[in-house]
């Protein structure tokens, strides 16, 4: 499982959402190095780890993340998790195999939930590309405003880079996790603490913000809850700035 590492200081890990890589954090890893050290991974058949048989089912997709964490952070030093979307089920389960060695955990909009059926995704097909490299740009930027940014002026060109490799490098169904099921009976067993971050303009008919915030609040109690403004589900790329400065309130208290 490979990862990013940069700064000193207490372990900070970042969980990437699916078809990412660390690049999900690009813009949250130098600052966050400034007080601890941050290991930005790629999950496992993603970005440059190695890939998983495509058989491989969700339980055991999380049983190998925990076997290779533990050879990766190996011991009994305190963790501080942050994960996003795909990510963030994937740290959820994690934090609570690891007990009280997890003190914070912070999930930017997650997944993780029951599968159930709500409204259709308006993506685009990234094999309707073929080997038009403008075409295949164009339904990642495309796909980045369904699903990811609120904004088209957050669509940058580098954003559309982090997507295109992300697609490009993914090699395992992260709806297997995603929709899991996983999420909430992990929130309820965990130790250490819980923040949660999901973007205001992350609600919509496939992801409807209100009924998902309130099935963690349910879980969670007292929920430490902040709805980050002028961003979609990439809030962590799409208003950094905030996302940031809640993550650093929430890894130093």
């Not at 002028?230 to 790329?237: D, E, F, I, L, P």
Request: hydrophobic letters at 40%; aromatic letters at 8%.
């Amino acid at each position: 499982m490979a990862a990013r590492t940069r700064g000193s200081g207490p372990d900070v890990v970042l969980f990437h959402g699916g078809m990412g890589c660390w690049r999900h954090w690009t813009r949250n890893i130098e600052p966050l190095a400034e007080r601890f050290t941050v290991h930005a991974l790629d999950h496992p058949s993603y970005g440059a780890s190695a890939s998983v048989p495509r058989e491989t089912t969700g339980k055991e997709y999380l049983d190998l993340v925990h076997r290779l964490f533990l050879e990766m952070l190996p011991g009994d030093a305190p963790l501080r998790f942050a994960g996003f979307s795909f990510g963030g089920a994937i740290a959820a389960n994690l934090a609570r195999r690891l007990g009280a060695r997890v003190t914070h955990l912070c999930l930017v909009s997650p997944a993780g939930f029951p599968p159930r059926t709500f409204g259709e995704r308006p993506t685009r097909s990234y094999r309707e590309a073929g080997d038009d490299e403008q075409l295949f740009r164009e339904i990642c930027r495309h796909n980045l405003l369904v699903n990811m940014l609120s904004d088209p002026a957050s669509v940058t060109e580098e954003a559309v880079d982090i997507q295109a490799y992300g697609v490009r490098h993914a090699r395992f169904n992260s709806r297997k996790v995603s929709g899991g099921g996983t999420l909430l009976d992990d929130l309820a067993r965990l130790d250490g603490r819980v923040r949660l971050l999901w973007g205001v303009g992350d609600d919509s008919s496939f992801r409807p913000a209100d009924l998902l915030i309130g099935e963690i609040g349910r879980v969670v109690g007292d929920l430490d809850l902040h709805r980050i403004p002028a961003a979609g589900h990439w809030s962590a790329y799409e208003n950094a700035g905030e996302v940031n400065r809640l993550m650093l309130e929430f890894f130093t208290s």
